[in-house]
């Protein structure tokens, strides 16, 4: 572990110095466009007013005959629509892929002062950010980028969740994590063919029924200690965890059941990679206007949340107070986005 006063020194002279605290952004949904599909890039600046992080990937789902024409792609993508404040990321190959290095290069080079964020796939420990970082910095300085490109990283290794708290703590760089469920369970040899949701074998059997009467059981979900690790790794750093793929688009009420679980347990959004997955997103993880209410009547009671206060019978302190914010600041974020919530 680097010393505290080196860690937010830049990696390489002339790159800018890495940042303290991260942007205030609203990511409720990371939305995957396939960069090297001519009719997706052209839609791409209509896309990014529907959707809060637009994605050019590369790495998994892009057929390897596409790879370079992905990153071709993505390059004019960036260089030809206006993003305005929504995100704009890349997710690049494996770094132990034949197109890492040049994902970087390449689109550092050519558009790295329009790129918000590198989501690095199957990360494995520290030492993998620890070297995009480096090469980031590299490339910053040489193209004279003034805004540091933050990494993102995909928990979907086995050896990753061992490793998950070093490397939410790998480097000020680091933006957030997303659980990558189809690549984890393959990792960990689980006996699932799915992206991400549950399993209707995977429950628990109650106490023997009376006679006659049918044995209670209920399906668990297969991700909750991974999530829980993530968000305790991701919150313990100052960082932000996000539930990753859903992959049955048939299935909506799945998807936003496993968008919720992952948004009650501290998780900030979710990948996008379906169109019809961008309502589910904004639905879920836009605070419960209710809450948003009662937040503001939090705020109101304790100006500077100190002491203790009831409201409508309900005790509030500096704990709630915390709270509170958190759920005020994202309606700010959201009224800003999509317009003010429709009232009565
Ligand atoms: C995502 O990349 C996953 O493997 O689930
Ligand atoms: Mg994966």
């Known amino acids: ?94 770094l132990n892929s034949p197109w890492a290095l040049d994902d970087l290069v390449e689109i ?64 000020p760089r680091l933006h957030g994590m997303s659980l990558g469920p189809a690549d984890l369970a393959a990792s960990r040899g689980m006996k699932t063919t799915r992206v991400g949701g549950g399993h209707p074998d995977y429950r628990v059997l109650g106490d023997t029924a009376a006679a006659g009467s049918e044995r209670a059981s209920a399906q668990q979900d297969l991700w909750h200690y991974t999530v829980a690790r993530m968000v305790d790794a991701c919150l313990a750093n100052g960082i932000k965890p996000f539930y990753g793929p859903f992959g049955d688009f048939s299935d909506p009420l799945a998807c936003e059941a496993q968008f919720r679980n992952a948004f009650l347990m501290g998780c900030v959004g979710a990948w996008s990679l379906h169109p019809s ?28 949340g100190s002491g203790a206060v009831m409201i409508d019978g309900k005790m509030q302190d500096d704990a709630t107070w915390k709270q509170a914010r958190v759920i005020a600041d994202l309606a700010d974020l959201v009224a800003a986005k999509d317009g003010p919530p429709l009232g009565p």
């Open 1 to 94: 572990m680097k010393l505290p006063r080196r860690f937010f020194q830049p990696l390489a002279v002339g790159a800018p110095q890495p940042l303290r605290e991260l942007p205030v952004r609203l990511e409720r949904m990371i939305h995957f466009v396939p960069p090297h599909v001519e009719k997706m890039r052209a839609k791409a600046a209509e896309l990014a007013s529907q959707v809060d992080v637009v994605l050019g990937n590369l790495e998994d789902a892009i057929p390897i005959e596409m790879k370079l024409e992905a990153r071709r792609g993505f390059i004019r993508m960036a260089q030809e629509s206006d993003f305005g404040a929504t995100g704009l990321w890349i997710r690049m190959n494996a």
């Open 108 to 171: 550092v080079g050519a558009v790295g002062d329009r790129l918000d964020v590198v989501m690095v796939p199957k990360v494995e420990g520290p030492w993998d950010i620890h070297y995009v970082d480096q090469l980031l910095a590299q490339l910053e300085a040489r193209h004279g980028i003034a805004k540091p490109i933050l990494v993102h990283a995909i928990l979907e290794t086995a050896e990753g969740v061992k490793n998950v708290d070093d490397i939410a703590a790998a480097s």
């Open 277 to 304: 997955q961008i309502g589910i997103a904004k639905r879920v993880f836009s605070p419960d206007p209710g809450e948003v209410a009662f937040a503001r009547r939090i705020i109101a009671a304790m100006p500077d």
